[in-house]
């Protein structure tokens, strides 16, 4: 079948995929949710029967990864696979890749290469430390980024860390950043007319996400340390044992302290001495947080997070994942869209978080297997079915 735009907003985008493992692929998965036209070129099974690295093909992670995708095989090593890349980019948009920084110059599909074929073309890149450096030739993984980029360390409870987050968030941010950039030099493109090199990397992407963590140092010169569940600087916000399990509780600023000691029955908080201000109260978290929690066991999570939002004071559930798909906001905002896949059948998947009223994205095209589109794609371009079963035998797709 010919491509089927998940959205109208990028249905008039090419993008040329020859990304691997989670950061590339999410940057792929954005435009494709988006209604861009991507096209996921993998090496020919009778090169690399396992596939490239990362989750394999008939699990959650790959389908929830790869759909809204076509899928072609092609040997960019061979010559005539690589002319075929060169006949796709003359008519495409945006390349995604992220190998190390080296590759793309052996393979011949670098900037200046790409660039000389059409000028319109965007490449993006997506690497584990920067294109150059003396890190640039290290391998990027996920948990490396986010040690060397400071999240570890302030992840987990005082003494007890380091810890890595539950998720990738170097792969997925530097994906995120990735297809934002790509949007980004689109617009560009507009007054221009013309493409650029962009390029971002799980470090950067990491350290960015430091936020306020990060700015405390550079601007204050403030070494942010572990706080487990506590907010660093917020008190009290944190998590708070009930009688049958636990709630986030979020006072932020003086006037939500107040509506929090008057919910909870503890008026004489709001003038007392010992937590008159946040300063205060942070130099006495632990003993507040234990008063606090000595009110809180008594209560219900259900009926305690009733009372508060009641009384004006934010906080909210901590669910299991199967409770945050049960949850009716969660089903009202219709994040997990229903999708057709190979392995699983008729499934949901997460879909985008993002809500465009002209525009929606919704899950369209299975994650393909690999080479299902070789054929449609290469006649798009005209090869023949004769010539497509020739460089099939001869491994060049």
Known sequence: MTHVPASEALSHIRVLDVTRVRSGPTAARQLADWGADVIKIEPPESLEPDGALGAGRNTPDFQNLQRNKRSLTLNLKDPEGLAIFYKLAEKADVVIENFRPDVKERLKIDYPALKAINPRIILASISGFGQDGPYSKRPGFDQIAQGMGGLMSITGEPGRGPYRVGIPLADLTAGLFCAHGILVALISR????????????????????????????????????????????????????TQDGAINIAVAGETIWQRFAKAVGRPEWIDSEEYKDNAARLARRDELNEEIEEITRAWKSGDLVTMLLDKGVPCGEINRIDEVFADPQVQHLGIAQNADTLPFGKTQLVGQPVILTGTPSRIVQHPPERGEHTQEILAEIGYDGERVSDLRQRQVI
């Open 190 to 241: 507009e007054k221009t007319g013309e493409g650029q090199w962009l390029h971002t990397s799980l470090l950067q992407s990491q350290i960015f996400m430091l936020d306020f963590q990060a700015a405390r140092w550079l601007a204050k010169g403030e070494v942010p340390t572990q706080a487990g569940n506590n907010h660093p600087t917020s008190v009290p916000t944190g998590v708070f044992k």
